[in-house]
C-alpha cells in the first residue's frame, strides 16, 4: 500500500511539475520543459511540501530521472553519426588540453572555495568538481569529506548551468549542429516490433552500464546499446530500419529529469550552508564563466560551433548538457561525447589524488602537533 501511495505521490508531482513546462514553454523560453519543470519541482518541495506533506524520502524516485535518461539515450543512439569520430580524430590533442583545462579549473575553483569558506580542502575538492551529482557525495563521504556540502555545490552548479547557460547559448547561432529529431508516426508493425527491439537493447546497454560501473548508465548505456543495433541493422538494410518515435518523448524526457533535479533541492541545505552558500555561488558563477571563455577559444581553433562547444565543456551533468543540446539543437552526440569522457576521467584520476592530498594533510598536521608538544 506504502509502495502505491508513493507511486501516485510520484506521478501528482510530476505532472504539477509539468505545468512549469507548459508555462515555459509558452513564453519561449530555453529548454523550457527542463527548465520549468525544475523550479516548479523546487517550489513544490521547499515551499510546498508541508502543504502536500512531503518527506524526504517520499520526493521524486530516481526511477523517473532514470526513465528520463533512457529516452535520450535511444534519441541519441538513433542519431549517432560516425563524423562525431572524425571530429575526435582532427581536433584530439585541442579536446583533451580543453578537458584537462576543465579539470584544472575545477580544482581551482574547489581551492579557492576552501580558502573563504569554513567547509574542508576535501569537502570544497569534491564539491567543485564535476564528476556527478550521485557519484562525487557517495566518493566524498568515503574519505571523510562533508557529503551534504559536496552535495550542495554540485546541485547548486548544475542549477547555475541549467538556469542561465541556455539563456545565454540560446541567442547564439548553432549552425551545422542540428539535430534531425526522429519522428516516424505512420503506423507499421514492423515499425512497433523495431520499437520494441531499441527499447530492449536500450536496457540492456543500461543494465550492462551499470553493472560495469560506466558513469551515467542509463543514459550512455541505452545510446551505446541502441547504436550497436542500429549498427549490425545497417549492415543488412542500407538505408537503416525506421522505428515509431516522437518528439514529444524528448519532452517527456525533460519534465522527468528536470522535475527529479528540482524535488531533490531543499531549503535545509540553504540553512544548514551559512557563509558556504555564497562563497560556492561566486566561486560556481566564476567557473561557469571561464569553461565558457575556454570553450570560444576552443571553437576559433577547431571551427566547432560555439554553442555545441560550451555546452560539451560546460560543467553540467551529462544528461542535463546533452537535454539542452538537444532542445537547441546542437550536436548532441558531441556534447555526450566530451561531457562523458571528462566524466570518466575525473571519477577514474581524481579520487586517488584527492585521497592521497588528504593523507599528506593529515601527516603534515600530525607531524605540527608532534613538534609542537616537544
Excluded at 542540428?178 to 536496457?203: E, R
Excluded at 571553437?299 to 543540446?325: N, Q, R, W
Aim: with cysteine; proline share 3%; aromatic share 10%.
Amino acid at each position: 500500500m506504502e509502495k502505491i501511495y508513493k507511486l501516485h505521490l510520484n506521478i501528482f508531482l510530476i505532472l504539477l511539475s509539468m505545468l512549469g513546462g507548459f508555462i515555459f514553454s509558452f513564453i519561449g523560453s530555453p529548454i523550457s520543459w527542463l527548465l520549468g519543470s525544475l523550479i516548479f519541482a523546487w517550489l513544490l518541495c521547499t515551499i510546498g511540501a508541508k502543504w502536500l506533506k512531503l518527506e524526504e524520502e517520499k520526493r521524486i524516485h530516481p526511477f523517473w530521472r532514470q526513465l528520463g535518461q533512457t529516452i535520450l539515450g535511444i534519441e541519441l543512439g538513433q542519431n549517432f553519426k560516425v563524423s562525431i569520430l572524425d571530429t575526435f580524430e582532427d581536433h584530439f590533442i585541442v579536446i583533451v588540453i580543453a578537458l584537462l583545462s576543465t579539470i584544472a579549473i575545477s580544482i581551482l575553483s574547489g581551492i579557492l572555495l576552501w580558502r573563504f569558506s569554513s567547509a574542508s580542502m576535501m569537502t570544497c575538492l569534491f564539491g567543485s568538481t564535476p564528476g556527478g551529482i550521485s557519484a562525487m557525495p557517495a566518493i566524498a563521504d568515503e574519505v571523510g569529506a562533508n557529503a551534504l556540502v559536496v552535495t550542495f555545490i554540485q546541485t547548486l552548479r548544475i542549477l547555475l548551468v541549467v538556469g542561465i547557460l541556455p539563456f545565454i547559448v540560446g541567442v547564439l547561432p548553432s549552425h551545422s549542429g542540428k539535430i534531425d529529431h526522429i519522428n516516424h508516426q505512420s503506423y507499421s508493425l514492423f515499425s512497433s516490433f523495431w520499437t520494441c527491439v531499441l527499447i530492449i537493447g536500450a536496457c540492456g546497454g543500461a543494465l550492462i552500464g551499470k553493472k560495469i560501473k560506466m558513469p551515467a548508465p542509463w543514459l550512455i548505456g541505452s545510446m551505446l546499446g541502441v547504436t550497436c543495433i542500429q549498427f549490425i541493422v545497417t549492415l543488412v538494410f542500407k538505408d537503416g530500419v525506421k522505428a515509431l518515435w516522437s518528439h514529444n518523448l524528448i519532452i517527456l524526457a525533460q519534465i522527468l529529469i528536470g522535475s527529479s533535479i528540482g524535488s531533490r533541492v531543499g531549503m535545509k541545505m540553504f540553512k544548514e550552508l551559512g557563509q558556504t552558500f555564497f562563497v560556492s555561488l561566486i566561486s560556481t558563477s566564476s567557473l561557469v564563466i571561464l569553461l565558457s571563455l575556454l570553450s570560444v577559444g576552443i571553437s576559433k581553433i577547431t571551427h566547432i560551433p560555439l554553442v555545441t562547444c560550451i555546452l560539451a565543456f560546460a560543467p553540467g551533468g551529462v544528461a542535463e548538457m546533452t537535454t539542452t543540446a538537444i532542445a537547441l539543437h546542437a550536436d548532441s552526440t558531441f556534447v555526450l561525447a566530451v561531457q562523458s569522457l571528462r566524466l570518466m576521467t575525473i571519477l577514474i584520476l581524481l579520487p586517488p589524488l584527492f585521497r592521497f592530498i588528504n593523507d599528506r594533510i593529515i601527516i603534515n598536521s600530525e607531524h605540527k602537533e608532534s613538534m609542537s608538544k616537544t
